[in-house]
């Protein structure tokens, strides 16, 4: 199977991104000591809050510089390299170098995007407290996902140095999915700090599209990969719920700012706009879920959602509505006031908390998988109504569901995967019509084999 995502990968290559967030890839056991004066040093002042050092200090060939990965253990020691050499985010940086990055800034007013705060914010790793020597032409770099390192880069390689140690001062713990998931989409998605808006996407930056599992499966890995289970499934189920409690707290946030100039035109359905006015329309055909002429928001991470409660939770579904029907109706009333608003979303995050601890505990197998799968293409009206966003993720979920079908059990269907290329292949100039009828045959394939 290809593996294609061809509108997707074109957004991950330009806009691979990070903040000065932080991520922990690293083994409770750790590798074998090495006498300290081999391996680099630095001593940031005494109870100063935790520096970012840059990659140079990962890069010596008794840390994670070697040209191959180590036998025996899962410390690779070869970690620098796979992400110098292969890994989209060491690239983030110098993309801004190209013409389309220069040609984007002067759609935008803006200067050399080299050294705009706007582009740094997410094509590198750009914090304050970073030590001399640092180099933000690092791009989005080890200290991007694993956190500052001056507190325990000197420490969790020797002998008795335990990854709870690193956590407490400054490690990232990239092992917990639900904070996996909600550093990644501090940039992927966005936060209170950066964005892509809509200013930035009519300058030609590409929309930004995320799903954990997928996009966590694609990089080149620099890590054991998990024992074939169901936990690919988990983490795609817990991507997506982080993915939407974010989502709400980026619109509460502008709401509460500002009733209506606080909303971005990217938060909304881009097909609110973009859409053909010939007649007869479509959109007038199919009917409107709120107030015709309403600001549409995007709702595909809710879709999404409201597939996997359906089927992990069946008896919350009404309540999801509810909650998603009264947001609605709330950023539609012009009688509301911002604050009230902005306030309204903290029963649906709450919510949403709930739900992500449920997921966690949720057990896995192929019936659970199987009925994700089928949930989603009983869903197609909805996934079509609700965008080209929403195509995107049931694409990526139908994948990643194989995925974690085939890595549990070993089985291969070439006939599902062909569908599912297909499916990726229906988003290039997406149309409605053709993305339902490629949903529509992987259904049928999935009925000719038996199911998943």
């Known amino acids: 199977m290809s593996r294609r995502l061809p ?3 074109g957004s991950v ?18 590798p074998r000591a090495f006498a300290s004066e081999s391996l680099p040093s630095a001593q940031p002042p005494a109870g100063s809050a935790p520096q970012f050092l840059g990659a140079q200090n990962c890069a010596s060939a008794v840390c994670h510089g070697r040209q191959k990965r180590a036998s025996g253990g899962s410390i690779w020691r070869s970690e620098y390299q796979v992400w110098a050499s292969r890994d989209k985010h060491f690239r983030t940086f110098s993309l801004l170098y190209e013409e389309r990055s220069r040609a984007m800034a002067r759609r935008l007013g803006l200067g050399d995007p080299t050294t705009e705060d706007l582009c740094l914010g997410c094509h590198t790793l750009n914090p304050t407290n970073r030590t001399e020597g640092y180099q933000i032409s690092d791009g989005v770099s080890c200290e991007a996902c694993h956190g500052p390192a001056s507190k325990w880069v000197n420490s969790h390689y020797l002998n008795g140095s335990t990854r709870s140690q690193s956590l407490a001062t400054g490690l990232y713990d990239t092992k917990d999915p639900v904070r996996l998931a909600d550093l990644c989409l501090s940039c992927h998605l966005g936060d209170a700090q950066r964005a892509v808006n809509h200013d930035l996407l009519a300058a030609g930056h590409p929309d930004l599209v995320f799903e954990l599992e997928s996009f966590q499966r694609r990089m080149p890995p620099h890590w054991d990969l998990d024992a074939p289970d169901w936990e690919g499934a988990r983490r795609w189920m817990i991507g997506l719920a982080v993915a939407f409690r974010k989502e709400l707290e980026r619109l509460s946030r502008r709401i509460s700012a500002d009733r209506w100039f606080g909303l971005d035109f990217a938060d909304m359905e881009c097909g609110a706009c973009h859409h053909s006015l010939t007649r007869p329309s479509r959109r007038q055909i199919r009917g409107y879920e709120a107030r015709p002429g309403s600001p549409s928001i995007d709702a595909a991470a809710f879709v999404a959602l409201r597939q996997i409660v359906s089927v992990a939770m ?41 739900f992500l601890h449920r997921l966690e505990q949720l057990p896995l197998d192929r019936q659970v998988i199987s009925a994700l799968i089928s949930t989603i293409l009983a869903d197609s009206e909805r996934i079509v109504r609700t965008g080209v966003r929403s195509a995107e993720q049931a694409t990526l979920a139908i994948e990643t569901l194989y995925a974690a079908q085939l890595a549990a059990t070993g089985t291969t269907d070439s006939r599902l995967e ?18 339902s009828e490629e949903l529509r045959r992987i259904d049928e394939t999935l009925h000719a084999e038996e199911g998943l």
């Open 418 to 435: 062909t569908a599912i290329d297909r499916l990726h292949q229906s988003l290039e100039n997406y149309s409605p019509e053709r993305f």
């Open 13 to 30: 290559a330009f806009f691979l991104v990070t903040g000065p967030g932080s991520l922990s890839g690293a083994s409770p056991s750790g």
């Open 314 to 354: 069946p008896s919350e579904t009404d309540g999801l509505d509810k909650l998603m029907v009264s947001l609605n109706s709330d950023i539609d009333s012009p009688g509301s006031e911002q604050g009230e608003i902005g306030e309204r979303f903290r029963p649906f995050i709450e919510t949403i908390d709930g």
């Open 7 to 9: 509108i997707l990968w």
